[in-house]
């Protein structure tokens, strides 16, 4: 299981590549001024840090709980990258909607399109991280599996 320092470490450059992805993108998507996109992206970005740190630790714990290991399948990774959207939809939806001054669904739409974005960016983030910063229980376990 991955340390506390080690998700902090995740959590933060997660956020930060995210941010320097979204903003520029955002403001050309939604014909929005950057800093505006950029207060929805900070605040996003706050929000998430700490719902990545809480969720992922919840998601490893049950998934050890279940199968006896945090190595995820690809399948598993979808499922992940699937259940951290949905979970920041919810948490993320009022306070565009209530910063940028538009309709609930208007900031839906927009959640949605930042959703899809981030779905995909988790995906590649997190295969990626898991590569550069692979945890030794996991070379044993492949090591096991290929016999």
């Given amino acids: 299981m991955r340390t506390a320092a080690d998700r ?8 930060l590549i ?9 403001s050309i998507a ?19 840090t700490i719902w ?3 969720y ?7 998934l050890r709980r279940r199968t006896g290991t945090t190595l995820k399948s690809i399948p598993v990774r979808v499922i992940h990258a699937i259940l951290f959207e949905a979970g920041l939809l919810m948490i993320l939806m009022p306070f565009i ?10 900031a839906f739409v927009m959640d ?7 779905l995909i960016y988790a995906f590649v983030f997190n295969w990626v991280y898991d590569r550069v910063f692979p945890l030794p ?11």
């Avoid at 992922?56 to 049950?62: I, Q, R, Y």
């Avoid at 909607?97 to 208007?106: R, T, V």
């Avoid at 229980?137 to 016999?147: I, L, Q, S, Y």
């Fill in 52 to 54: 990545n740190y809480l």
């Fill in 8 to 15: 902090i470490r995740h959590a933060i450059s997660f956020e």
């Fill in 56 to 62: 992922n630790l919840g998601f490893d714990h049950v």
């Fill in 112 to 118: 949605v399109a930042f959703a899809l974005f981030y």
């Fill in 97 to 106: 909607a209530w910063y940028l001054q538009i309709s609930l669904w208007q």
């Fill in 18 to 26: 995210g941010l320097a992805l979204v903003v520029p993108l955002g």
């Fill in 137 to 147: 229980e996991w070379r044993t376990e492949k090591a096991g599996a290929a016999n």
């Fill in 30 to 48: 939604f014909s929005m001024p950057a800093a505006d996109i950029g207060v929805v992206g900070v605040a996003g970005a706050t929000l998430a």
